[in-house]
């Protein structure tokens, strides 16, 4: 485990944690890079729709202003998770953490309402090269929040089991980037895709 | 059930391909049979496909490396042997598509990727003075992944036929249409695996880089191999996700008939190009940076100085790494993208050969002011630096884009690429492999022979890729699996495939040179039998499993501690001896790496049952693991002094 160093935070009292949140920012660096070839082929292919429908035929705007509220309000709850966490309080972390994965939870549901709706409106995947590249960019995302449910559920058994130490904080900690890294890509998939697609 | 089987079936089997089978099937069986008999599983388990040991991780990789160079130098030989003479019939189009297809993925990604690895692994920690990498568990799991891409790959030829629309697999060549086995479905699902695993290795190298060096050590005080190491990695973690990415849609195009690269629905076959090349054309730096690093410790060394330029050096390997993404577009100049994107991408490939000049020069004033000793490893980088010029002049040729128009598809560009990377990465990997034998498996590979090694590679090199530079020129297409008499390439043709033969006669004399130093050479060299400088050489021979008893001090040295302490008395190892605190190993990591192998091979017959519940197994291990607590063990100070008191006794070490 290493030193311990009290002057930090919990997530940063040891050499081992300091070496993971270093080295998950470095995968953040190849996640943007993953969701920046998405979004370039994206962009290459977006106005390639073949027999199929364009963007602003098919896209919807309440749906789409839903998943946008509920996952930023889930990267201020996960924010307020580490805030808790900082303090002490794992009923407050397990809490927040608790709200966080519930609104990524409906987050899920809306997308999954939304890919229906594509598929009944005649822009299944194999539809066109554009629908491929919409599909495929917003299913990455999805699978992303949806593994972040599964990860998230994990750490909170830990929290539970364990309290908070300088393991469970780290793992929090990282958690914590991963969503919050999330909610930026979004932020680029509702300008950039939905925004523009329907203007 | 039949059916089930026929799925299996390699679609174009040939004498060749049923004699490989069989080879393959008894060599398994024999494999198995001396495992058994020894009674070596739980040796192999516990110590090697368990372990966290970054060293031992590193010599798994080097074993990778040196049986996937056999298996692509044996389809090298088979294309030169196919090509030797006109209308050859001892591979049919397909083989010959086949073969040169694997050849190219074995070669960049099963051969030298895991070669570059295997110095990342065992010389970065030494050299920073860690006691192992950043993530040592997720070090292991790379290794697996990239070893389980490996097999998946290469069990394609005798299960459901190879890919066969070459190592780039350009669209809409590779969409089910035209490449109808499941080849390319391989070619997708293995490099996806594998690339993984670097991936993970890229982090992995980053994290313990920039967080693990010892006291005192700067960056502009690392040594030049983990300088080019942290350049290579970092660009592994820009680039590869763009290859997941490609590779993905690739996947999806061909088994769920998405429709990014199809013909017909919008898709864009040109996008596979760009994608692929913005991750090809920075893999090519991957392998030859480190290359860099391994020579500029090599003629450091027998130049007996310090490496010259050292600022310089660093700085054009950051600014090669730039320009290696901006330059990808030089890999389809005659595809029609215009004329002025191909000047802008003409002009950025030509600015790369100026950081490549300005080493090549720092590597010459070296020599020119050193006391040059002509060992093996300084023989293969003094054959180094005339061949791979030559190769990077060829190069500035082909960045023409005018001129590309002649040079386009032809035996010339296959030249050119060969002329870089065999001089380059593979005479490197060589350089250094022999290098640090000593400090690997303590006795040093017969001089004699690795000197005699080194001239029959490179006469047999000149003799193979010389004569395609002129069949080029004239017009020999490459790809093409035979031709008439009457076009004029069969002489120089004969002489490529005398060529290969002599260099596949260089890799048996390495082959043999192993053995025959494992049985003849002394035992009794210490740890420093170079004379060498960096401070991979202040530890023991063997090394213990942590690295150094006292972590080092390199505030009073330059880049070469070792030296320094040599030769100025720089003290490095201050301090006394305390606990010390290593990982344990780990299983968990082979068993989900297995399930990736099937998962694999399951998608790329489509059992997409199986692929679901390989991917239930590989979530389930991924939970296991998030549950687990383990924090390793400590190796209590008293033990440790032991093991130094040990070695002093023996006299293997400083």
Not at chain 2, 367 to 378: A, C, D, E, H, S
Request: net charge neutral.
């Amino acid at each position: 485990m290493g030193k311990v160093n009290n002057n930090v935070p919990l997530e940063y009292s040891t050499e081992e944690n300091n070496l993971k949140i270093f080295g998950f920012w470095t995968f953040l660096g190849a996640e943007i890079m993953l969701f920046g070839t998405l979004f370039a082929s994206y962009f290459v292919l977006e106005g390639r729709t073949g027999n199929g429908p364009t963007g602003a035929e098919i896209f919807e705007i309440g749906p789409v202003l839903a998943e946008t509220f509920i996952l930023l309000a889930s990267s201020f709850t996960i924010g307020l998770a580490i805030h808790a966490m900082r303090l002490g309080s794992k009923k407050a972390t397990l809490s927040f953490m608790g709200i966080t994965l519930f609104l990524g939870a409906a987050f899920i549901s809306v997308e999954i309402y939304e890919f229906v709706h594509y598929v009944h409106v005649g822009a299944g995947i194999t539809t066109s090269a554009f629908t491929s590249a919409l599909l495929t960019t917003l299913g990455t995302h999805g699978l992303h929040v949806t593994f972040g449910l599964f990860w998230g559920i994990f750490i909170m058994i830990q929290i539970a089991k364990r309290g908070l130490n300088a393991v469970t904080a780290g793992k929090t900690f990282v958690f914590s980037l991963y969503w919050h890294f999330l909610d930026v890509v979004w932020i680029f998939i509702f300008s950039f895709i939905y925004l523009k697609g329907m203007m | 059930m039949s059916e089930f089987f026929a799925q299996f079936a390699v679609p174009h089997p040939s004498t060749l391909i049923y004699i490989a089978m069989a080879s393959i099937v008894l060599g398994s069986i024999a494999l198995v049979a001396i495992v058994t008999y020894f009674k070596l599983w739980g040796y192999l388990w516990r110590e090697w496909i368990t372990t966290v040991d970054h060293k031992k991780i590193g010599i798994m990789y080097l074993i990778t490396a040196l049986v996937m160079l056999f298996r692509g130098g044996v389809d090298a030989v088979m294309m030169r042997l196919q090509l030797a003479v006109p209308d050859n019939g001892f591979l049919d189009a397909q083989h010959y598509n086949e073969v040169f297809t694997t050849h190219g993925v074995v070669m960049i990604l099963f051969m030298a990727m895991p070669f570059i690895t295997f110095f990342f692994n065992f010389l970065v920690p030494l050299q920073i003075g860690a006691r192992d990498v950043a993530f040592p568990r997720l070090n292991n799991l790379a290794f697996w992944l990239f070893f389980m891409g490996m097999g998946l790959f290469n069990i394609s030829f005798i299960v459901g036929g190879s890919p066969d629309a070459g190592w780039t697999s350009y669209f809409p060549l590779a969409d089910n249409e035209f490449s109808t086995s499941v080849g390319t479905n391989y070619y997708m699902l293995a490099l996806q695996i594998a690339g993984l695993g670097t991936l993970m290795t890229g982090i992995n190298f980053i994290t313990t880089i920039m967080k693990m060096r010892a006291p005192g050590m700067t960056l502009f005080k690392m040594p030049m191999f983990t300088w080019s190491a942290l350049i290579a990695n970092l660009i592994i973690v820009f680039a590869f996700p763009v290859l997941t990415v490609a590779l993905a849609m690739g996947t999806m195009d061909r088994l769920w008939d998405t429709k990014f690269f199809a013909i017909g629905d919008g898709g864009m076959d040109m996008l596979w190009a760009n994608l692929f090349w913005v991750w090809g054309h920075p893999e090519v730096y991957i392998l030859i940076l480190p290359a860099f690093g391994i020579f500029s410790e090599v003629i450091s060394t027998f130049a007996r100085r310090n490496l010259y330029g050292y600022t310089s050096m660093v700085w054009s390997m950051i600014l090669i790494s730039v320009f290696s993404f901006a330059v990808w577009t030089h890999h389809f100049f005659t595809m029609g993208q215009g004329a002025f994107t191909n000047s802008i991408f003409s002009i950025t490939t030509m600015a790369i050969a100026i950081p490549t000049g300005v080493k090549i020069f720092n590597w010459l004033f070296t020599l020119y002011k050193g006391k040059i000793v002509v060992t093996t490893p300084m023989l293969y980088a003094l054959h180094f630096i005339p061949l791979f010029t030559l190769g990077g002049v060829t190069g500035v040729m082909l960045a023409m884009s005018a001129a590309d128009y002649q040079y386009h598809n032809t035996m010339f560009l296959v030249a050119h690429f060969h002329n870089v990377i065999i001089p380059g990465v593979v005479y490197a990997m060589l350089a250094g492999l022999t290098f640090y034998w000593p400090k690997m498996f303590g006795f040093m590979l017969n001089e004699r022979l690795g000197k005699a090694t080194v001239w029959v590679m490179s006469i047999g090199f000149v003799l193979s890729f010389i004569p395609m530079y002129i069949t080029g020129l004239d017009g020999q297409a490459r790809r093409m699996y035979t031709y008439s008499d009457a076009a004029g390439f069969s002489t120089l043709n004969m002489v490529s495939f005398v060529g290969a033969g002599i260099m596949s006669v260089s890799f048996l004399m390495l082959v043999w040179n192993i053995w025959y130093s494992f049985k003849n050479s002394p035992r009794d060299i210490g740890s420093d039998p170079w004379d060498a400088r960096g401070l991979e050489w202040a530890t023991h021979t063997p090394i213990p499993h942590y690295n150094f008893a006292i972590t080092p001090d390199v505030t009073d040295a330059t880049s070469e501690a070792f030296w320094d302490s040599k030769k100025n008395g720089v003290k490095l190892f201050k301090g006394e001896i305390k606990d010390i605190h290593m990982p344990n190993n780990s299983g968990q990591t082979f068993i989900l790496s297995v399930f990736f192998f099937i998962g694999g091979f399951a998608l790329v017959f489509s059992m997409f049952t199986l692929a679901i519940i390989s991917l239930i197994g590989i979530l389930a291990c991924m939970g296991y693991r998030s549950l687990e607590d383990d924090h390793g063990y400590h190796i209590h100070k008293e033990e440790v002094e032991l093991i130094e008191k040990k070695y002093e006794k023996e006299g293997g070490a400083k």
